[in-house]
C-alpha cells in the first residue's frame, strides 16, 4: 500500500485541517436519487457516473455528515478518474431529508444501506465496494458481518476509516476534556437536525449536552433498545466482524482523538483472515493528509486497495 508521509503530526491539526481544505470535486453531473427503503422510509443517494465504469463505490458518511462532506467529495473525484461509478449514501434524516423518513438514524442502523446495495444489483451493477467513514464505517462493517457469506452478492468489498468498533468506548472517548470542542459540535448539529424533524422541540432536549446524553434519552429510545449502553453494546461492530467474508480494509490513526486504536487488537479482528489493517502513527480522525503526491492519502489508498481486490 501507498506509505503515509503526515503532512501535520499533531492529532487536532489533522483533524481540522482535513475538515476545512478544499478538495477536487468531479465534473460528472450528480444524480440525486430519493429511495424508498422501508415502507414509509425514504433516503438519498447521490451517484455520479463515467461514461464506461469499471466498478461501483458506494461511500457512507460519518456522524451528522453527509455527501457533502470533504472526505466524500475528494473521495467521489478520485473514483470517476479511475472509472468507478460513486454513490454516496446518505443516512435517514441527513443531508436535508429530515422530511424523507419517521424515524432517526443511529450506528448500527443497516438495513437502509443494504436495501440500497440490493437495488443497484437489481439494477445490473456489479457488487459494490463500500466505503464508510468513522460512524459510516461502524454501519458499513456491521452489515458485511450480519450478511456473512451472503455479502458478496452485495459487497465486493469493504473498508472502514477511523470507524468506532466499539461505540461505548467512542462515546466515552469523545466526551474526555481534550475532545469538549468536538463533542459540543456535534451535539449542536444533532440538537438542529432532531428539531429539523418536526418531531422534538426545544424543551425535549434540555440538558442533553453530550453525545451519551442524546444516545440514552433519544437515539435508543427511538429504536426500541432501550438505554445508551444497551444501544452501544448491541450496535457496535466488534460484534458482528469476526462473520465478515468479504475483504476489509480497516483504516486507522494510532493519534486519532475519538476512536481507541487497541480496539484492532480485539480477537475478532485479529482472527479474521480477510481483515487487512493499515495503523499509521498520525493521522487523527479521518485527517491523513500527506505530504509529496498524495496529499489526500486515504483516496489514494482506499483506491490502491480497490484495484487489488
Known sequence: MIPFHPLFRNPHL????????????????????????????????ESQRPEAAVGEIVMVHGLEGSGEAGYIESLAAAALRAGYASHRFHMRTCGGTAHLSPTLYHAGLTVDLAAVLRILRQEGRAPAFVVGFSLGGNVALKLAGELGESAAELMRGVCGVSAPLDLEACARRIAARDNRLYERRFVRKMRRRLLSTGRYVAADLAGLDSLIAIDDRITAPSFGLGTADNYYRTQSAIGYVDRIRVPTLLIQAKDDTFVPWRILDHPAVRGNPCIQTVLTEHGGHLGFLARGEYRFWLDAAILDWIRER
Open 14 to 45: 489533522q483533524t481540522i485541517a482535513s475538515h476545512f481544505w478544499q478538495r477536487p470535486r468531479a465534473a460528472q453531473p450528480v444524480v440525486r436519487r430519493i429511495i424508498e427503503t422501508e415502507p414509509g422510509v425514504c433516503v438519498l443517494v
